[in-house]
């Protein structure tokens, strides 16, 4: 996944924000195809085998979820067939399924958002108006593996001085307020270093290893003008849809839904762009 | 004019009822090396931080402190910061970001410069100091002497006058200790930055120094240039431990010179080679052996490699074994196989004549073995030393108690202290003193020689002597070669997830020509088989001139 590399970071989060603000909440079964469309045919060509487990996940997800929904709800005309007094209906199957597919194209593009978007992105968006802010994660992200090795440092150093080797909350209590007391008495010597390297000064920085370039705001503008069709759309009520008491006749509508589908399928412009140069590419051989 | 000048200061910290400084005078001339010695809480750390009125303790100071003849009080923050930078002891505890990246532009984004200043002096450092491969890296995947040259260049990138060490190689191994030293001179030399640097083992400095500072009760002495240092250390017993070796095996000969090369030279020239090798008067005992690996595999996750491949070893009773070898190779982990806490996934350990893993519960840590983390604070979760032996004493239903054990190592009157405030060498003893409350007959100790002064390291050393000579079996990991060399029965190098090369330590060092101690280097060629400074010392005063 070079290319999204070469975008700069607030890119792909914008991108998936629109992608992910319109599949949560939307029940049309449409969109819901084109949402968990693209993001399998993501998350395949970025994780390739690894991704059939999430995959594998999903679809559990929405079996399940279609299984179940008839035995809770009764609503709807069409009865498929009755456990003990009560009808299982094709609409509520169906209004099960989409919710499982809610969810499970969640998952799928939380996957995606997660293996493109790294800590470093994050930080890299919100340092640049709020460096302060910046510095407090970087400084908890630096944190936390050093929490985690002393917590192991200290829990072999008690096994092997003759404490007991069973879990217990207790001992992991002990232990964490161990851990917490040490990085106390460490914080001190951060506090100096930063203050040995001119930290309170006012007007902080954060510096940026990579600037903003129009091909960065083309890509924004793309995915938020797709987004606010859709959004538009939505608003009209052209992409209402409904289960109960029968399907819904309508909620099809080809500018809206093919407007979400290029969405939710741009990437894959640059990954077959990617492939493609990188195949040609004199650097290859 | 001097770069910084001290008079007359005098320091006491808050609540304490004595001055830790007391009338200390210096000065230093721009460009200059400083080394300051002194033994653990002598007051060299207090001194450094004084020097940079930012991170000066909190307590009461006199006398004055003038950079580039102004007064301390006067410079700015900024001004501060652009003329004194600081480099402390552990390098977890000075990087404050994530990324080297990042840190490395920390100070340039404090003082408030733009994007493009900071990528460039940032760029410009990472290339002169050759670093670019852990530019993009995370500081948690570093290694300890990676880290603290990342500090290094983090402290240096706001182009200081004055750079202040306190202690920065205590927790490096021999090679990221050189690196590091290797990047000072080049600072020194090339660049003219004043170097102030306090260290215990002050081998690779006394190269490049110019003035040494000895701090001894909170009282300094001031040696302008490092030959009349060496002519007082070597009358007083407690200096005479930081003298290097290569110094100190032609002291005798009325010549002073800094590196082995040098030293090497002399006494080729001036004795004839022996043809006895010097020999261990008293050969040990040849015991079975008490700890038994067999083919020991061991990786960390399933598509990692071995961390131990194929390891064999073998520790006879009443032996003190080292495991040498440079850091991150896998000492650690060795020990941690070896004592049961982790498992290997193949091949057989066992621990007096039986499979390790049949030790049911937790039989095998007591009485049996006990573990000495690289950092003996790990030992230490209660609030005082006191409640901590307590704690142990309970689950070992030990009924004598830990107050003889106490008064044999010196410790009592640290029972009461919280942990934290006990300096290296006094949580040292004091963790032997819990591990021995377990009564065991195995101890494997993780460097433990680590950040220790020459006299604490003697201690040290005499007491793992006491143990063996009491039948308990000693296995130990460590980069400290001197250390290893006087005080180990036997030694192994290891590399590539094995032990190689096991034998007595005096043949181990005799052998090897790289992996040993710079006396066996130099003597070598003349006194074949000497292995420690003071062997060398011995031999030079007593040897035939040519």
């Known amino acids: 996944m070079c290319y999204f590399r070469t975008f700069d970071p607030i890119v792909p989060m914008t991108y998936f924000l629109c992608v992910m603000s319109i599949c949560v909440f939307t029940a049309n079964p449409y969109l819901q195809a084109c949402a968990l469309l693209g993001g399998v045919v993501l998350l395949l060509c970025i994780k390739k085998a690894k991704a059939l487990k999430l995959l594998a996940l999903s679809l559990a997800v929405i079996a399940v979820m279609g299984a179940t929904n008839p035995l809770f709800v009764h609503r709807g005309l069409t009865d498929l067939f009755y456990i003990g007094k009560d009808p299982y209906t094709l609409e509520a199957l169906l209004y099960g399924l989409s919710l499982g597919c809610s969810i499970a194209s969640l998952l799928i593009w939380f996957s995606v958002f997660n293996a493109i978007v790294t800590q470093d992105d994050i930080l890299a968006v919100f340092g640049k108006r709020l460096p302060k802010t910046a510095l407090v994660i970087s400084m908890i992200l630096g944190f936390i593996p050093k929490l985690r090795r002393k917590y192991t440092e200290l829990l072999h150093a008690q096994y092997a001085s003759g404490a007991s080797r069973r879990k217990s909350l207790h001992r992991s209590a002990v232990l964490f307020i161990a851990c917490l007391a040490y990085e106390a008495e460490r914080v001190m010597d951060i506090s100096m270093s930063m203050k040995a390297r001119g930290y309170g000064l006012k007007d902080r920085t954060h510096a940026q290893r990579r600037r903003f370039r129009k091909s960065d705001a083309a890509a924004i503008a793309f995915s938020l003008a797709l987004c606010i069709v859709c959004f538009v759309f939505i608003g009209k009520g052209r992409l209402d849809y409904w289960y109960y008491p029968r399907l819904s006749p309508n909620g099809f509508d080809p500018f809206g839904v093919g407007s979400y589908l290029l969405l939710c399928i741009s990437p894959l412009f640059f990954i077959v762009k990617e492939k493609t140069l990188w195949r040609y590419c004199p650097a290859k051989t | ?546």
């Open chain 2, 1 to 546: 004019m001097e770069i910084l000048s001290c008079k007359d200061l005098n320091f006491r910290y808050n609540g304490s009822s004595d001055d830790t400084l007391r009338g200390v005078s210096f000065s230093v001339s721009p460009s200059q090396t400083v080394l300051v010695l002194g033994q653990t809480g002598s007051g060299k750390s207090t001194l450094l931080r004084l020097l940079k009125k930012e991170i000066a303790p909190a307590g009461t100071l006199s006398g004055e402190i003038k950079i580039n003849g102004r007064d301390q009080s006067e410079l700015s923050l900024l001004e501060s910061t652009q003329t004194i930078a600081c480099v402390t002891q552990n390098p977890d505890t000075q990087t404050v970001t994530h990324k080297v990246s990042s840190e490395l532009a920390f100070g340039l984004e404090s003082l408030g410069a733009d994007n493009a200043e900071i990528l460039g002096r940032v760029g410009e450092m990472a290339a002169y100091f050759g670093i670019e491969d852990i530019y993009s890296k995370q500081i948690d995947e570093l290694s300890g002497g990676q880290k603290q040259l990342c500090s290094l260049c983090a402290a240096v990138v706001q182009a200081p006058e004055i750079l202040m060490l306190d202690e920065p190689a205590a927790q490096l191994d021999p090679i990221g200790t050189s690196k590091l030293f290797s990047v000072l001179k080049r600072l020194n030399s090339e660049l003219g930055t004043t170097i102030i640097i306090a260290e215990h083992d002050p081998r690779e400095v006394f190269e490049f120094c110019d003035k040494v500072v000895v701090l001894k009760d909170g009282k300094a002495t001031c040696f302008e240039d490092k030959q009349s240092f060496v002519r007082a250390a070597a009358q007083d017993p407690q200096l005479c431990g930081y003298i290097p070796a290569c110094t100190k095996s032609v002291l005798g000969l009325g010549k002073t010179v800094f590196t082995v090369r040098d030293a090497k030279n002399i006494i080729e020239q001036t004795f004839a080679p022996q043809q006895k090798a010097y020999a261990d008067t008293t050969p040990k005992q040849k015991e079975k052996p008490v700890l038994q690996a067999r083919n020991v595999y061991f990786r960390y996750s399933k598509a990692g490699r071995d961390v131990a491949d194929c390891l064999d070893l073998d520790v006879r009773k009443g032996e003190i074994f080292a495991a040498v070898g440079s850091n991150g190779c896998g000492k650690t982990t060795m020990l941690k196989l070896l004592c049961g806490i982790f498992r290997p996934w193949q091949g057989k350990i066992s621990i007096f004549g039986k499979n390790i893993r049949s030790y049911k519960g937790n039989s095998l840590y007591r009485e049996n073995i006990a573990y000495m983390p690289q950092d003996p604070y790990d030992l230490f979760i209660s609030q005082t030393v006191r409640q901590e032996l307590e704690k142990t004493c309970k689950a070992m239903d030990a009924k004598d108690g830990y107050e003889s054990l106490c008064e044999q190592f010196g410790v009592t009157h640290l029972l009461d202290m919280h942990p934290f405030d006990l300096s290296g060498g006094e949580i040292q003893k004091c963790a032997m003193v819990k591990l021995l409350l377990t009564r065991p007959e195995m101890l494997f100790l993780d460097e433990p020689s680590k950040a220790l002064d020459p006299q604490a390291k003697k201690i040290l050393g005499e007491m793992l002597k006491s143990l063996s000579q009491q039948g308990k079996t000693i296995i130990l990991a460590t980069h400290d070669l001197e250390f290893a060399a006087q005080y180990a029965d036997s030694c192994g190098l290891f590399f590539d997830g094995k032990i190689l090369s096991s034998a007595s330590t005096r043949e181990f060092f005799s052998k090897n020509r790289f992996y040993t101690t710079d006396a066996s280097r130099i003597a070598r060629s003349v006194f074949p088989g000497v292995m420690t400074a003071d062997e060398l010392e011995a031999a030079v005063n007593g040897g035939d001139k040519r």
